[in-house]
């Protein structure tokens, strides 16, 4: 007998389990991006973030999904971790709307006169619907259908269980065992949801007690942080310091409702007589649930910002601290003079990372390498901070020549992470060079790589005088040059059968890289020298065009 309400349990859970998975997978299929784009714009304070996280996990029913995403918003930097703080705290009231739906929906009836036709609908649906949006509906719906039958097995599972071995199995330990339970069912299942219907089953079926209950229902809402924290095992910092936030706020909120379980289930009650609730343990577990959340977003909501400041203390790279800003300051946005001195200080900085980036890549083989995707990532958050910085300052009595200085300290940055953008595929021209079967190619692409070093050093070092220029004009011609006999030379030697066809594709496609890497960045250190060659890099295309091998074209030229 036991081993038969054992295997019951154990199918009922599955078939939970099963469920929750197609709910969450079709509602996110047949939501779109509209969900995701929700939490990347509509969460501009932490309180709005509050709003759409318990929005968007009601919706796709599972807390982990969303949390997983807020971290992928973190890691691309659409999200500041404040912002992330305010979801990941929704998401925890979101996770106890599935609470309500089993307590509502699934001991108030027979279950299965309900679940089977919507799950043969949703079966339906899913099978003919010609569009992909309205096959993940049907896949929800499929889903919420087993939804319900999963529960229906496992209700009559606890009941069983009941009848077999008394009601006073809710009595046999204390609190913190419980606690300890309904932690293990989330961490097993993976799924706070699946723990909370085990736990508002049992106690329904008489298994267990009130308190008991209540204390494995904040034990499933402590292991529910187990999801994030695996998830960012190799994350970015910003998103391990996310999961920080998140286990903090489920471990504050645990212990609080644990120290003041009795008052809160005398406050529960008195509530659930105030809105009628059926007088069954399950309403009153979910209103248990509810509240307790709410309670812990009431404690650290006002306390976000700090909270953030303190996380982001800890888990610090070397990487992330190249991408912060050494000399912008906020407090320099109202001065626009102040404001220009400190950007040139920082796209100087910029610039000398960028170009270190782009030697390492064009490096003779076999020491040349692209660089490593966390200071790519640190070139491009340091643009981007440039970027919010120029649009901070404050333009009211702004002369014409800061205005252009602001402006071209955004070109400068652009030019700075465009050429980042293709130091991978600039490091296989050294590559190429090293391996050419071809003896006049092979010289060629190493003469293209020693133009592209000396244009590279020169525009790495120091800014000024401006009178520097002839030196740098002289060596991106130089460059030029190579680069045209460079690529002659391998198509001649394509038609003369010494090149294969990959072998000549390669070659060109190595070239074309290291010239979109060598004249972003002269362009950025032409700029950043003297603002008078800025009206010359701008007329230079205009001068050559049709005969491009003398133009400074832009970077995405062929």
Not at 23 to 28: A, H, R, S, V
Not at 138 to 159: H, P, R
Not at 179 to 193: D, E, I, K, P, R
Not at 363 to 376: E, L
Request: hydrophobic share 55%.
């Amino acid at each position: 007998m036991s081993l038969r309400i054992a295997l019951d349990g154990a199918g009922g859970l599955a078939l939970f389990l099963l469920a929750m998975a197609m709910m969450t997978e079709g509602l996110e299929v047949f939501a779109g991006g509209s969900l995701k784009r929700l939490l990347g714009r509509w969460t501009s304070t932490p309180a709005r973030g509050v709003l759409a996280g318990i929005l968007v996990t009601g919706v796709v029913q599972s807390s982990s999904a969303v949390t997983i995403a807020t971290i992928g918003f973190v890691n691309a930097g659409l999200l500041t971790l404040r912002q992330a703080l305010g979801v990941v705290f929704g998401t925890n009231v979101g996770t106890t709307m599935t609470g309500w739906l089993v307590s509502l929906v699934g001991f108030g009836f027979r279950i299965e006169s309900f679940a089977l036709p919507v799950l043969a609908v949703g079966a339906a649906l899913k099978l003919i619907a010609p569009r992909k949006r309205l096959q993940g509906l049907g896949g929800a719906i499929a889903g919420f259908g087993l939804f319900f039958l999963g529960l229906a097995i496992l209700k009559e599972t606890f009941g069983g269980l009941a009848e077999s071995y008394g009601t006073q199995l809710g009595a046999v330990a204390a609190a913190p065992a419980y606690l300890l339970a309904g932690f293990l069912a989330t961490v097993l299942t993976q799924s706070s949801s699946a723990a909370i219907a085990l736990i508002l089953s049992a106690a329904s079926g008489g298994v267990l007690g009130l308190a008991p209950a209540a204390a494995a229902v904040i034990g499933a809402n402590l292991g529910t942080t187990s999801t994030a924290a695996l998830a960012v095992l190799r994350a970015t910092p910003s998103a391990q310091r996310l999961a920080l936030g998140h286990i903090g706020f489920n471990l504050l909120t645990g212990v609080v409702a644990l120290a003041l379980l009795p008052l809160l289930l005398r406050i529960v009650a008195a509530l659930a007589d105030g809105l009628d609730l059926e007088r069954s343990p399950a309403p009153t577990l979910a209103l248990f649930h509810t509240v307790f959340n709410l309670l812990g977003v009431l404690l650290l909501l006002p306390w976000t910002g700090r909270l953030a400041s303190g996380l982001e203390r800890l888990f610090r790279r070397a990487e992330e601290e190249l991408g912060r800003p050494r000399h912008l300051d906020a407090t320099l946005a109202s001065t626009p003079e102040l404001a220009v001195s400190a950007l040139r200080e920082e796209l100087l900085r910029l610039r000398g990372m960028v170009a270190g980036i782009a030697s390492q890549a064009l490096a003779p083989a076999p020491a040349g390498a692209a660089a490593p995707a966390g200071q790519v990532a640190a070139v491009q958050k340091l643009g981007e901070a440039v970027g919010r910085f120029v649009a901070s300052v404050r333009t009211e009595r702004m002369g014409e020549e800061v205005a252009a200085e602001l402006a071209r300290g955004l070109r400068v940055a652009r030019y700075c992470a465009e050429a980042t953008l293709v130091t991978t595929d600039a490091a296989a021209l050294a590559r190429e060079a090293a391996r050419g079967a071809d003896p006049a190619t092979r010289a060629a692409l190493e003469r293209a790589l020693a133009a592209a070093r000396v244009c590279l050093a020169l525009a790495g070092g120091e800014s000024d005088p401006a009178d520097g220029d002839p030196e740098r004009a002289a060596a991106l011609a130089a460059f030029r040059a190579a680069y045209e006999e460079a690529k002659v030379t391998v198509l001649g030697a394509a038609v003369g059968g010494r090149l294969s066809v990959e072998a000549t594709d390669a070659a060109l496609d190595a070239l074309a890289s290291a010239r979109r890497l060598v004249e972003p960045l002269v362009k950025a250190d032409r700029l950043l020298r003297s603002p008078a060659l800025a009206a010359q890099i701008e007329a230079e295309p205009a001068r050559a065009a049709g005969a491009s091998s003398d133009a400074l074209t832009t970077p995405t030229d062929p």
